[in-house]
């Protein structure tokens, strides 16, 4: 029996490290993209309550940029941002480590999800605030099972994982509710504070975000709602699509095979696991309906949050069937997204994820710290800005009427194909660079620089021009 442990431990602590060395190699070639520079930017330049007024229109949370203003704040040199990745890095590796020596999965389904393309790719390399779900999810998975014992520390790690992303919120509700029903049902005052606690936590995040799709220009302005049944199966393709990377009627029919697998066993093992799964699915669906796109680092969390519930009913399931057909379903919706998986860990390793740290480096090494520097979409130069040391080499967008770093979520943002106001500028300024993205490129005046072929999409890839007054 020892020896059969020691085996066990040999091989989960043996994946563990090829784990970390596979997803640090991918973090070494990974370029910061805009919505990771976002983050850094703002942790960076506001202070606790400009970053506090700022989160409204960022509908973010506002624990991942405590953790990193610490970073942001003391580090200046022009690659800081590179102790972000490495703290996210470190985060999801941990969260791995969680999943191996804790989880009661087994090693099969543990492989499978560490080789997934949330755990190989999305979480690890791209540093954003989805790196504490895991975590955090895994912890409120060991607790659930204590949480009357240790009422306090189950409300604290619920109420951090609220405070990673408004995505989980829903997760989130639904624990606190039926513990709250927990509580009122068996009259057992000793958790109550906790579950007032949770609750007030939530219903404050809801009066805080509350108006912020109305207060991100782009969300209000850009986002095309579903609406009825229609929209519905239009959104679960798209939802498909993000977590696998590809859709068919095939994969469409087995990932609602799954769910409904789920939901079954949730049902009849633990009804509030059920209600958790329930809620957590039509939430994220109606978020995906008519409040924010999809991507796939959010999809993933369909696959992810299910594995939690399975974690919390395990123990309430002796059937071996059962547990089997549970061990195939999983191990096959996370092996599904491998190759999506891979194929974006090779791009990201041969080519450049973003084009914004070469296009900084360009900046520093050929452009004088006093230039007038004119952005056409401040959406996309943030990669630049987060490689750029703080107050050097500022950027300027005639929507703001000002220099900037980060984006402005509640202040109009031109459409990138409109053209720059170059000759009022350059009434100002002798020489003008612009730097441009998305494909708004001039085409009768050369590009002094020309970022190389990009990973993620056309708005990462940057065309610097220099122009001049005659």
Excluded at 344 to 350: G, H, N, T
């Amino acid at each position: 029996m020892e020896k059969l442990f020691y085996k066990k431990n040999i091989a989960k602590t043996l994946l563990l490290i090829f784990y970390a060395i596979f997803t640090f190699v991918v973090l070494l070639h990974h370029e910061i993209w805009a919505d990771e520079a976002q983050a850094w930017l703002v942790a960076r330049d506001l202070n606790i309550f400009e970053l506090f007024a700022h989160l409204q229109s960022e509908g973010h949370p506002i624990f991942w940029y405590l953790l990193i203003m610490p970073f942001a704040k003391l580090l200046h040199f022009s690659n800081a941002i590179f102790s972000m990745q490495v703290l996210n890095w470190f985060i999801m590796l941990t969260g791995a480590g969680f999943l191996l020596f804790k989880s009661p999965f087994s090693l099969p389904v543990k492989t499978s999800v560490l080789l997934s393309s949330g755990f190989l790719f999305w979480y690890p390399v791209n540093a954003r605030n989805y790196c504490l779900i895991p975590i955090l999810l895994f912890l409120t998975a060991v607790l659930y099972e204590k949480r009357k014992k240790h009422p306090f520390l189950y409300a604290g790690v619920i109420i951090l994982l609220a405070n990673t992303h408004v995505i989980m919120f829903g997760v989130c509700s639904a624990l606190a509710f039926m513990f709250l029903f927990e509580v009122i049902k068996e009259k057992d005052k000793k958790p109550l504070y906790s579950c007032c606690a949770i609750l007030a936590v939530l219903f404050g995040m809801i009066l805080y975000f509350w108006g912020a799709q109305d207060a991100n220009f782009i969300v209000q302005n850009s986002y095309p709602h579903s609406l009825g049944i229609a929209g519905f199966f239009e959104t679960y393709k798209k939802v498909v699509l993000n977590i696998f990377g590809f859709s068919n009627f095939l994969n469409i029919s087995l990932f609602t095979l799954f769910l409904l697998f789920c939901a079954f066993v949730f049902y009849t093992k633990d009804k509030k696991i059920f209600f958790v799964f329930l809620f957590n699915f039509a939430f994220q669906m109606g978020i995906y309906m008519y409040v924010w796109m999809i991507h796939p680092p959010r999809a993933y969390l369909l696959l992810l949050v299910p594995l939690f519930c399975f974690w919390c009913v395990y123990s309430k399931t002796e059937n071996k069937k059962l547990k089997i057909a549970a061990n195939i379903f999983l191990i096959l919706m996370f092996l599904i997204t491998v190759p999506d998986g891979l194929k974006l860990a090779k791009l990201d390793y041969l080519y450049e994820f973003s084009g914004g740290q070469k296009a900084a480096e360009y900046i520093k090494n050929n452009i004088p710290q006093d230039a007038f520097i004119v952005s056409n979409f401040p959406l996309s130069t943030t990669a630049v800005s987060a490689y750029l040391p703080k107050d050097r080499w500022k950027i300027y967008y005639d929507g703001y009427k000002n220099f900037y770093t980060y984006t402005i979520w509640n202040k109009p943002i031109a459409h990138p194909s409109e053209p720059i106001p170059l000759f009022e500028m350059l009434k100002q300024h002798k020489t003008v660079y612009a730097i441009l993205s998305t494909g708004a490129f001039y085409t009768d005046i050369q590009p002094v620089y020309e970022s190389n072929k990009t990973v993620l999409r056309d708005q990462e890839k940057f065309r610097i021009y220099k122009i001049e007054r005659k």
